[in-house]
């Protein structure tokens, strides 16, 4: 399963933020699932790259499987975070809260990789 999510950039400070909502996570994600997260810039036209995360690999699947959960209309969602600083070109990516796990992500031809 290939599951694709968009956000915008909501820049903040000196960094360049992006989040998005994996609702009910427990109902579709599965050590086979493919998470495309496509980051676009401020007025949400134009595509900066994207976040592959292929779940069985690099432990992705335990990553997002253990993170901080909240309920939203009886709806369980994990909160994923996006982060990249002004100046540097790499990304991290968090799960839930950033004590959960906060990781770098490479940028690889305007796609970042896991």
Not at 26 to 53: A, C, F, K, M, P
């Amino acid at each position: 399963m290939i599951k694709i999510l968009s956000s915008k950039n909501h820049p903040a400070g000196n960094r360049d933020y992006w989040w998005y909502n994996l609702s009910s996570p427990d109902d579709w994600i599965r050590h086979d699932t493919q998470i495309n997260l496509v980051l676009y810039d401020e007025s949400n036209e134009t595509n900066i790259g994207t976040i592959i995360l292929q779940l069985d690999r690099n432990d992705w699947y335990s990553r997002v499987m253990r993170a901080s959960r909240h309920t939203f209309k009886g709806r369980r969602i994990i909160k994923v975070h996006v982060i990249k600083e002004f100046g540097n070109p790499q990304y991290y990516i968090y799960f839930g809260k950033i004590d959960d796990g906060y990781y770098l992500v490479n940028v690889e031809s305007n796609k970042i990789v896991d």
